[in-house]
Nanobody, 119 residues
Framework: QVQLVESGGGLVQAGGSLRLSCAAS????????MRWYRQATGKQRELVASISSGGSTNYADSVKGFTISRDNAKNTVYLQMNSLKPEDTAVYYC??????????????WGQGTLVTVSS
C-alpha cells in the first residue's frame, strides 16, 4: 500500500506565496517522476510541473514563478508558488510513479489540497 499526502494549501492574497508538500509513504522501493497537477472549478485537470528522480524539471507555460523540488530521502516533493494570481486558484494534486517493494509499478495520486488566491 502506497499513499501520497499533500499539505500546504490555503488562502493567500494575489502576489503572495505558498509552498505545497507531498509525502509518499508505504511499501516503496523507488519513486520515479513526481508531478503536480491542478484543477480549477469547471476546468480540466492540467499538469503544472514535473521532476524526475534525478532532478530534471519541466513546467507549464502558465506557471512562471513556481518551482518544483524533491527530497528523495524523505520521499517528498514540493511546489513553491510565488507571485500567485487569482487564476492559480485550484485544487492541486500530487502524482507519483512508484515501484513498490513487491516490484509493482503504480501511479499514485494524492487527495488534493485547495489553493485560493484572492484579488
Amino acid at each position: 500500500q502506497v499513499q501520497l499526502v499533500e499539505s500546504g494549501g490555503g488562502l493567500v492574497q494575489a502576489g503572495g506565496s505558498l509552498r505545497l508538500s507531498c509525502a509518499a509513504s508505504g511499501s516503496i522501493f523507488s519513486i520515479g517522476v513526481m508531478r503536480w497537477y491542478r484543477q480549477a472549478t469547471g476546468k480540466q485537470r492540467e499538469l503544472v510541473a514535473s521532476i524526475s528522480s534525478g532532478g530534471s524539471t519541466n513546467y507549464a507555460d502558465s506557471v512562471k514563478g513556481f518551482t518544483i523540488s524533491r527530497d528523495n530521502a524523505k520521499n517528498t516533493v514540493y511546489l513553491q508558488m510565488n507571485s500567485l494570481k487569482p487564476e492559480d486558484t485550484a485544487v492541486y494534486y500530487c502524482n507519483a510513479q512508484v515501484t513498490s517493494t513487491a516490484r509493482s509499478y503504480l501511479e499514485i495520486w494524492g487527495q488534493g489540497t485547495l489553493v485560493t488566491v484572492s484579488s
